[in-house]
């Protein structure tokens, strides 16, 4: 299991950012190059059913060593990292034996990972820590799940007294911009259930998400000359400041938390004429979901009711759903997770997602797909950073995962 530092510090080495604004699948070419790696490794190992698609889907199969009769089982982790921060040249610092204080990540521009900052710092205390040097992100999210589920597969094959059914495996691209489930073939994965590897802290263990849906609003304006304006100009962009002050002020992302959803203005952009924003709306309950579409839909036609013209228009896309529907009736899959992190020593930490993972959409593709613990912290960015120690025990909880439905 210590091999799990050595394949997070090689994978994080690839740049695998993906682009919300290609239209290609998937979204950057360098993905492929992890996926091209993994494939090597794969291959090495004697896996079967390797397959790399045309979409930068990698897959394999780790057969059973049992005569037993056992359901098979998958693992999946997404390659690619988040799009608002650079990924190039990840040079990850490691601080063996954490003292508790300030970390330096960069002094030329006083980067500093604090536990002032982040009081979650001092639970790692005498732990190895791997951090950025302040200039990009890290990559635990999620090369951090990759790294785990290659030391896991490599760990039951050296370890061949552990019994186990069918092990699969996926690494997909493009999750940070919501298309990682695009183009994954449930059939071909052929599993009964899966966990995705993609969590936070470690003891995560998530089958509850975001129901989610995209939100652009556009505003036709009126120019004419400011002197002569009166009843004639109609200014986009303060339409839209209408628009964005009827929402509700306490259900912002940045004054919300647990199970309360909010509207989160991503973008604004425009010009007397035309001005266009774009939001995304979030809500674990559905009642309350659809509420929020309904809301906006209401103040937009408030609006132009009130300036007697269409002036705004809507495009409300749903993005996925609330994985918690599906899961439900399996509950035996979030059970068995629950019983390998005990036996790996670890405190279960069952709380919803917020936000989504490949699993919520894969779970209403035919795949359950619960969510588990990587271990890292502030992904995204540059303080983001990750515990050894919680990666060596992502991959044991793994590992007790294929043993525990074996031995059902």
Request: aromatic letters at 8%; one cysteine or more; glycine letters at 6%.
């Amino acid at each position: 299991m210590k091999q799990v530092k050595y394949k997070f510090l090689k994978y994080i080495k690839f740049d695998t950012k993906s682009d919300p604004e290609s239209n290609s699948n998937p979204s950057t070419v360098k993905q492929f190059e992890l996926a091209k790696e993994l494939q090597r490794e794969l291959e090495a190992m004697e896996l079967q059913n390797v397959k790399l698609t045309d979409k930068c889907y990698l897959y394999a199969t780790l057969p059973a060593n049992t005569d037993k009769k056992v359901p098979a089982i998958g693992f999946i982790s997404h390659m690619d990292t988040a799009p608002d921060t650079s990924g190039a040249n990840v040079n990850p610092q490691i601080i063996e034996n954490y003292d508790g204080n300030d970390i330096i990540l960069n002094k030329k521009d006083n980067s500093i990972l604090s536990p002032n900052d982040f009081p979650e710092l001092k639970k790692y205390e005498g732990q190895t820590l791997i951090t950025t040097d302040g200039t990009t992100l890290l990559g635990a999210d999620d090369k951090a799940g990759v790294a785990a589920i290659m030391t896991a597969i490599e760990y039951l094959q050296k370890n061949p007294e552990i019994k186990h059914g069918d092990i699969k495996i996926a690494f997909t691209p493009d999750e940070e911009i919501g298309r990682g489930a695009d183009h994954f073939d449930v059939k071909f994965f052929n599993a009964e259930f899966a966990y995705t590897i993609d969590g936070g802290e470690i003891g995560e263990l998530e089958y509850e998400n975001f129901n989610a849906a995209s939100l652009l609003v556009t505003v036709n304006g009126r120019n004419v000359h400011p002197g002569t304006a009166k009843n004639q100009m109609i200014n986009s962009i303060n339409i839209a400041h209408e628009f964005h002050a009827n929402l509700p002020k306490e259900e912002r992302p940045e004054h919300t938390e647990g199970y309360e959803g909010f509207y989160h203005l991503l973008d604004i952009s425009g010009t007397i004429d035309e001005t266009k924003m774009t939001y995304i709306i979030r809500d674990h309950d559905k009642n309350k979901f659809n509420e929020m579409k309904l809301n906006v839909i209401n103040i937009a036609k408030e609006i132009n009711k009130l300036h007697k013209k269409e002036l705004i228009k809507l495009e409300i896309t749903d993005s996925y759903f609330n994985m918690k529907e599906k899961i439900e009736p399996v509950m035996h899959i979030v059970e068995t997770a629950k019983k390998a992190m005990e036996k790996a020593g670890i405190k279960p930490i069952i709380k919803p997602i917020r936000g989504g993972t490949d699993g919520s959409r894969l779970s209403y593709m035919g795949l359950p797909c619960p969510n588990i613990f990587t271990g890292g912290h502030n992904f995204h960015g540059k303080y983001e950073y990750i515990s050894l120690q919680s990666m060596e025990k992502t991959v044991e909880t793994i590992v007790n995962i294929c043993g525990i439905v074996h031995d059902k």
